[in-house]
T-cell receptor, first 115, second 112 residues
Framework: EAQVTQNPRYLITVTGKKLTVTCSQN?????MSWYRQDPGLGLRQIYY???????DKGDVPEGYKVSRKEKRNFPLILESPSPNQTSLYFC??????????????FGPGTRLTVL | GQQLNQSPQSMFIQEGEDVSMNCTSS?????WLWYKQEPGEGPVLLIA?????ELTSNGRLTAQFGITRKDSFLNISASIPSDVGIYFC????????????FGKGTKLTVNP
């Protein structure tokens, strides 16, 4: 089944304790992206990647890191989490075909709480 | 930066009623997208619009790409309980077709 998977789905942690949220897709998509969703703010892009070893900042990159060593994986790293990073996180992926919009497929989300 | 203003923020309706929501922007979009997010899930694409004036249906859902390219509308006819969720409009950022700008969403509640 074509899908985007994220792990963990739920995580409660404490300030300063490094964590990684994994994202994997099995559709051979070039493009991958991380969003955070907060009440009243919609979805905001954190980082994105257009291919292996190519990453770039989105609208709210502060406090996050990403890597793209393999095409299928795009982990989100919080080196020193803070309470303002408590949020619902989504990974998404798509093809990068020229022309019409390429549908982004979203993972099921990771709910992170930083105490 | 580009912003999408979505309204209403929330709607509480009775099963069987029709629903209408809209999205506006101060800048032009060449593609308009409507996503639905069900509780506990990620957003799923409902309808994509590529041409000004375009009217596209997907079952009971109908969306329109505004003539000015600065707005879009989503209508749901004869709502049912499984229509519950958050509906987002979105469009590709001017900086690149892959980067999406999202509205803040319309939360729909349907009472049986």
């Amino acid at each position: 089944e074509a899908q985007v998977t994220q792990n963990p789905r739920y995580l409660i942690t404490v300030t300063g304790k490094k964590l990684t949220v994994t994202c994997s897709q099995n559709m051979n998509h070039e493009y991958m992206s991380w969003y955070r969703q907060d009440p009243g703010l919609g979805l905001r892009q954190i980082y994105y990647s257009m291919n292996v070893e190519v990453t770039d900042k989105g609208d709210v990159p502060e406090g996050y890191k990403v890597s793209r060593k393999e095409k299928r994986n795009f982990p989100l790293i919080l080196e020193s989490p803070s309470p303002n990073q408590t949020s619902l996180y989504f990974c998404a992926s798509s093809f990068l075909l020229a022309g019409l919009y390429n549908e982004q497929f979203f993972g099921p989300g990771t709910r992170l709480t930083v105490l | 930066g580009q912003q999408l203003n979505q309204s209403p923020q929330s709607m509480f309706i009775q099963e069987g009623e029709d629903v209408s929501m809209n999205c506006t922007s101060s800048s032009i979009f060449n593609t308009w997208l409507w996503y639905k997010q069900e509780p506990g899930e990620g957003p799923v694409l409902l309808i994509a619009l590529y041409k000004a004036g375009e009217l596209t249906s997907n079952g009971r859902l109908t969306a329109q790409f505004g003539i000015t390219r600065k707005d879009s509308f989503l209508n749901i006819s004869a709502s049912i309980p499984s229509d519950v969720g958050i509906y987002f409009c979105a469009g590709p950022s001017q900086g690149g077709s892959e980067k999406l700008v999202f509205g803040k969403g319309t939360k729909l509640t349907v009472n049986p």
